[in-house]
């Protein structure tokens, strides 16, 4: 179940993320969606009901890109807009994907481009570039759907979605339990066009800052890594890509095929340590 409050201007635009959103918890696990319910809160007295129409309209949408039945819902009058769902997904239990499980000598692929954060501050402040608009709206609107289906095809050790916790929390979620480290390399991070350039005006959200405060102490950062870059770590994402582990020997194959299938800006961002670590060091 996940739900949030609107990203964009546009409500069927932001249902269909909202949906995106909530889908991808199944394929982070290498599921298949079967069916979902809506959750709403919507102010009634204050928004105009095609508002809430338009909403629903692009997460029904988006549910049927998935192959999955909308089974109902609840709603509940609310001051402010949110939406998402409630998913139930299949995967066979040995074929199931957890964010343990990781190895030294693991490669990291990451595949959707991160910024989504600092682009909707960027956006709430009117600084937002049509560019950079388009291309993070377009993100988040993508299901992980086709991710999903070819890290199946690989020996696939651990697989998490980058959301609310960044990517730098939500890779200390597959460290946690283990003796393991990472190694990121900043330039192979992906990034959304305009990102740094709104990072250097101090367009960053409060939930990036909440995350450094959290996890920093489990970074080691080195002192040449611009300072958007170092931002982009922390950067809450909503509808963000998978974050895969796999053997090094299959990363760059994978990363061939999700390019091929139109996941343009999959990368291989790094690799797994053994040693007990469990820090990332950014380089």
Do not use: W
């Amino acid at each position: 179940m996940d739900f949030i409050t609107p990203i964009v201007d546009d409500p069927v635009v932001f249902g269909a993320i909202a949906a995106a959103n909530s889908l991808s918890d199944v394929y982070t696990m290498g599921g298949r969606p079967l069916c979902a319910m809506n959750i709403v809160c919507f102010p009634g007295k204050t928004m105009d009901i095609a508002v809430l129409q338009g909403v629903l309209r692009g997460g029904l949408e988006k549910m049927r890109e998935a192959g999955a039945v909308l089974a109902g819902g609840h709603s509940v009058e609310d001051p402010e807009m949110k939406y998402g769902l409630a998913v139930t997904g299949i995967v066979h239990p040995d074929r199931i994907v957890t964010k343990r499980g990781a190895r030294a000598g693991d490669r990291l692929v990451l595949t959707k481009p991160l910024g989504t954060g600092i682009i909707a501050t960027a956006l709430k402040a009117e600084l937002a570039t049509a560019d950079s608009i388009d291309a993070f709206t377009a993100s988040m609107a993508t299901l992980n759907r086709t991710a999903a289906e070819l890290m199946l095809t690989r020996s696939v050790h651990a697989c998490t979605d980058v959301t609310g916790f960044g990517l730098a929390g939500h890779l200390c979620e597959m460290l946690d339990e283990g003796d393991l480290g990472a190694t990121l390399d900043h330039r192979a991070l992906p990034v959304f066009p305009g990102v740094a350039g709104y990072a250097e005006l101090g367009l960053l959200p409060a939930g990036l800052h909440r995350n450094r405060e959290y996890r920093e102490a489990s970074m080691e950062i080195e002192a040449r890594v611009p300072a958007p870059i170092q931002d982009l770590l922390f950067d809450p994402q909503t509808s963000g890509g998978l974050l895969i582990a796999l053997p090094a020997d299959e990363a760059p194959a994978l990363v061939d095929d999700l390019r091929r299938s139109g996941v343009r800006d999959a990368s291989v961002i790094g690799e797994l340590v053994g040693g007990g670590a469990r820090r990332i060091r950014v380089r």
